[in-house]
Every structure is written in C-alpha cells, then in structure tokens.
C-alpha cells in the first residue's frame, strides 16, 4: 500500500434553498483549497441548499446542477470535490423523495455516489429522503476512502464493516450546535477504534430551524488531529497494534 493525500475539509455557511448562491460562494473556496495544495476537497452535507425537509421540489436528477458543480469543480483544479445533495434517482417512479447522495468527483470525470444510508429519524429525515442500501469504498491516491454522511457516524458497526479495507472514512454533516459534543467525539471514536483517518467536515452559522458549530476535523487513527493523511502510516499501525482481527 502506498499513497499520501493532502484534504481540505471546507467549513462552510449555507444559503437557505439557493443553489446558485451557494455554488458562487464555494466555487473560491475549492480554488484556494486547491491551489493550497489539496489534492482532495470536501464539502459538507447539502451543500447546495442546507437540509431543507420543507420542500419536496428540493430533489434534482443525478447528475443536476449540485453533482454537476462538483464535476466542474473537479475538473477545472485537478483534485477530487465531494458533498452530498439531494438527488432523485431515475427509478424513483411515483415516490418522489431524494436520496441523500454524496457525490464525489474525480479530475478525471469519474463520480462516485454514497446515498446515506441512515436517515435521521429524529429530525424526520425519512419522511422526506428516502435511504441507501450500498457502502462505498474509492481508490484516491492510494487511499481506501470509504463514505459516509452526517448521522451514519453513530453507526459503528457499518464503519467496522470497512475497517479492513479503509483508510480514510470521509464524513460531510449538518450536525447541530447543541449535539456538538456527540460530533467530535464520535469522530475521534470512529477514527480510534478502526485505526484509521476520518474526515469530519461539519457545517457553520444557521438556518430556518437550527445553528451550527462547525468544528471539523481530520483526526488520525491514534484520535490526534491533523491535516496530511498517509496510507502507509496505516498499514504500519495495524500490522504493529494488531487490534482488528480482536473483532468478532
């Protein structure tokens, strides 16, 4: 295994239902974020309209105007740019509900969708997204890069699932100022227990219903924080601590 990647996880403030205002506030962000040296760009959860349940026009086609920013993005700077939109699938027939999709975009063209697969039931995610059934595991770089978005991070037994053949756990939110302390403690857990890196990138400021904390963080598999992550520093922590084949 061989590979290292630098990643840029965006914390950003969203425009209330307005994709185009949103798409003109990030598209300088990914550009610094790439010229700084980011070979990997992450977003946040709904990125493209904040988590808006009130709407049920707020679904788009795969491959409309959110995932298709993200291609753009990706091509134009040369790194991968992901986030998660709502996107209907072309099956959907009568149930009009999106997935929660995350879609992440390669320079090449190549894109890859994770559709969340843990509404949050709570908030009442499952009257209006509907759920996904399939992990996604991509190659970057030589990373083993599994996805996930926003409350799959309570789920541990779906990130053990991966643990053997992931390096980095990519995790974009809309996770609410008053569960802040849930958030980075489960983002140090996950990233502990699987001996891997995981990617929190958490949105800011408000919307109609709730105010957010950001405080992502890019934690490594020993709960430290830091920026660079490094296949091979994983491989050698697993064969040293040799912790996951304990699981049963």
Request: negative net charge; contains cysteine.
């Amino acid at each position: 295994m061989s590979g290292a990647l630098r990643i840029a996880a965006i914390q950003h403030d969203i425009v209330w239902s307005d994709r185009d205002a949103n798409f003109e506030h990030l598209a300088p962000m990914v550009r610094a974020a790439a010229g700084a040296g980011a070979g990997l760009v992450l977003l946040t959860e709904t990125f493209s309209t904040g988590f808006v349940t009130d709407d049920v026009e707020i679904g788009e086609p795969e491959g409309g105007p959110s995932s298709s920013f993200l291609l753009d993005q990706a091509r134009e700077h040369g790194v991968w740019v992901g986030g998660s939109c709502p996107e209907v699938p072309a099956d959907a027939g009568d149930d009009r509900r999106p997935h929660n999709s995350f879609v992440l975009a390669a320079p090449d063209g190549t894109v890859h969708r994770y559709r969340k697969i843990h509404p949050f039931s709570y908030g009442g995610e499952e009257k209006y997204f509907r759920p996904g059934t399939d992990f996604v595991t991509v190659d970057i770089d030589g990373l083993r890069v599994s996805l996930f978005v926003c409350y799959d991070l309570r789920f541990a037994d779906e990130f053990w699932q991966l643990a053997r053949d992931t390096d980095v756990y990519l995790v974009p939110a809309n996770w609410p100022a008053k569960r802040r302390l849930a958030w980075t403690t489960l983002l140090q857990a996950r990233a502990i227990e699987n001996q891997a890196y995981v990617v929190g990138v958490n949105r800011c400021g408000s919307d109609p219903f709730l105010s957010y904390p950001g405080r992502s963080l890019i934690v490594d598999y020993r709960g430290d924080v830091l920026a660079d992550l490094d296949a091979a520093l994983v491989e050698s922590t697993r064969a040293h601590f040799k912790f996951l084949q304990d699981r049963r």
